[in-house]
């Protein structure tokens, strides 16, 4: 029989347990906003509790890299929008509504789709412009699903 010491023994123990954290007390850096996060979000506490998370009192600028995102254009950010839209008001319909327009240049058929399944065209993320890339790029999407949405944009666009 083998006996082992109380060293050993407590050699073997520590060997067992778990890492020590040693990060208390130090900054760690949290994880940027990606869509895919803010998805997984909207469908685990619906899209109104995130918001209300996001424009909180403990961070009252979570929005701001939600914006950043859509307004690169991207798929995935503007597959949130027919989600988020409902949510806000105020500074921040008025920050959604930025983001989007600078998107439409971008992926103008996925601005579109996304206003179409969130209310339609507004005169905010459609601002009046004599930029004749931006309606150029509106008037080339040919998704006749997105007819009325476009010939909305199309309106305010040409405004002025």
Known sequence: MHRL??????????????????????????QPMTAAHLADLIAADGAGH????????????????????????????LSVIPMLRPEVDGEYAEGLADALSRALPINPEGVLTALNASGGADERTCEVTDDPTIISAVEGVTDPALKAVQADCLGYLRAG
């Open 5 to 30: 010491s109380i060293a050993a023994l407590i050699a073997a123990l520590a060997a067992c347990s778990p890492p020590v954290d040693t990060t208390q007390g130090e900054d760690i850096p949290e």
């Open 50 to 77: 995130t918001v209300a998370v996001l424009t909180g009192p403990a961070d009252p600028t979570g929005l701001e890299p939600v914006f950043a995102g859509i307004a690169t254009g991207d798929p995935g950010w």
